[in-house]
């Protein structure tokens, strides 16, 4: 029996994490022109308050010089801001501005919205689909 790839699980989860990303994406590209990594950085911030890019880089399953990046494009426009680490006198933290936390409350709606679009797609499947997922990938992950 030749192996099915569209059967095999860890494929199509990411084939269905790839789709949902690049939807959403869309919209908060039209809405600020932001990448996946632009995005991924200004929302971990607006939960997290000041962070290294090192502490960025272990949570959004990003590389870091990508996290860097996507930083500097974020200072330049405004977005953000990068001080000394509170802990660590070699790193520096970043944390958004008012701009950025303005764009942010923005955005955090569109989430929101996408999310409820995304949970109405898979209607009653939604609570076991969220319970598996959160056995793939642990509740932090």
């Given amino acids: 029996m030749p192996?099915?790839?569209d059967q095999f699980l860890p494929y199509r989860l990411s084939v269905a994490a790839a789709q949902v990303s690049r939807r959403f994406a869309e919209r908060y590209a039209?809405?600020?022109?932001?990448?996946i990594p632009e995005w991924r950085v200004l929302a971990h911030l607006d939960g997290s308050g000041?962070?290294?890019v090192r502490d960025i880089t272990a949570r959004v399953?990003?590389?870091?010089?990508v996290v860097s990046r996507a930083a500097t494009r974020l200072e330049?426009?405004?977005?953000?801001?990068?001080?000394?680490?509170?802990r660590d006198q070699r790193l520096v933290a970043l944390e958004l501005t008012a701009t950025g936390r303005a764009l942010m409350d923005?955005?955090?709606?569109?989430?929101?919205?996408?999310?409820?679009?995304l949970l109405a797609e898979l209607g009653e499947d939604a609570p076991a689909f969220r319970r598996a997922l959160l056995r793939l990938a642990g509740p932090g992950d």
Avoid at 30 to 35: C, F, R, S, V, W
Avoid at 76 to 86: E, I, N, V
Avoid at 106 to 117: S, V
């Fill in 76 to 86: 330049a426009a405004g977005y953000l801001s990068r001080s000394g680490h509170d």
């Fill in 106 to 117: 923005r955005l955090g709606r569109i989430a929101e919205a996408y999310q409820a679009e």
């Fill in 3 to 5: 192996f099915e790839l």
């Fill in 30 to 35: 039209a809405e600020a022109g932001l990448t």
């Fill in 61 to 65: 399953n990003l590389d870091k010089s």
């Fill in 50 to 52: 000041p962070v290294s």
